[in-house]
T-cell receptor
Framework: KAGVTQTPRYLIKTRGQQVTLSCSPISGHRSVSWYQQTPGQGLQFLFE???????NKGNFPGRFSGRQFSNSRSEMNVSTLELGDSALYLC????????????FGQGTRLTVV | GENVEQHPSTLSVQEGDSAVIKCTYSDSASNYFPWYKQELGKRPQLIID?????GEKKDQRIAVTLNKTAKHFSLHITETQPEDSAVYFC????????????FGDGTTLTVKP
């Protein structure tokens, strides 16, 4: 069974640009959650998608958005990048119908210069 | 919203000793408490979880205890080994927000041989 796949693994962007990250969940999983991980802030919840709908949202500005496709793959977009957006972005997939184990991808390391 | 506090932020033990990491949560409706281990440069992986209808759960050298009244839960690792060295995160979530976990800030555990 393939695990959670995130692409790309590394990205370097310039301030003001936008970026799109991708997450392919485990087959059969309908929930994809996105987290931002920084050294001082731990894992901060961005949003969660279930069956193509945003079901939960964290406290991030509107520059952070996402979507989910019918095959459960999810994308996260960050517009007008700021230096502070530099972080490891992790997605996690789960069945989604109740609280169950979440499986994390390897993450995308975003560096904004 | 939910708030999870985790202590200590760093923990150093001698090989063979026990390690205890503690977390408190604020939302009495939270009912699922997973613990993740993240080795350097790797993804977080679930090591044990507990639901609110259980007070304690064990898996070999790892155990988790939950006190719903006091709203705290703890991770216990016995007979620590150097390969236990990693960052450990606690998290809390509830069925009404399945897919959204609030994480503690992490504990860096170092096991000295």
């Amino acid at each position: 069974k393939a695990g959670v796949t995130q692409t790309p693994r590394y990205l370097i962007k310039t301030r003001g640009q936008q970026v799109t990250l991708s997450c392919s969940p485990i087959s059969g999983h309908r929930s994809v959650s996105w987290y931002q991980q920084t050294p001082g802030q731990g894992l901060q919840f961005l949003f969660e998608y279930f069956s193509e709908t945003q079901r939960n949202k964290g406290n991030f500005p509107g520059r952070f958005s996402g979507r989910q496709f019918s095959n459960s793959r999810s994308e996260m977009n960050v517009s007008t990048l700021e230096l502070g957006d530099s972080a490891l972005y992790l997605c996690a997939s789960s069945m989604g119908n109740q609280n169950t184990e979440a499986f994390f991808g390897q993450g995308t390391r975003l560096t904004v210069v | 919203g939910e708030n999870v506090e985790q202590h200590p932020s760093t923990l150093s033990v001698q090989e063979g000793d026990s390690a205890v990491i503690k977390c408190t949560y604020s939302d009495s409706a939270s009912n699922y408490f997973p613990w993740y281990k993240q080795e350097l440069g790797k993804r977080p992986q679930l090591i044990i979880d507990i639901r609110s209808n259980v007070g304690e759960k064990k898996d070999q050298r790892i155990a988790v205890t939950l006190n719903k009244t006091a709203k705290h839960f703890s991770l216990h690792i016995t007979e620590t080994q150097p390969e236990d060295s990693a960052v450990y995160f606690c998290a809390a979530s509830k069925n009404t927000n399945a897919g959204k976990s609030t994480f503690g800030d992490g504990t860096t555990l170092t096991v000295k041989p």
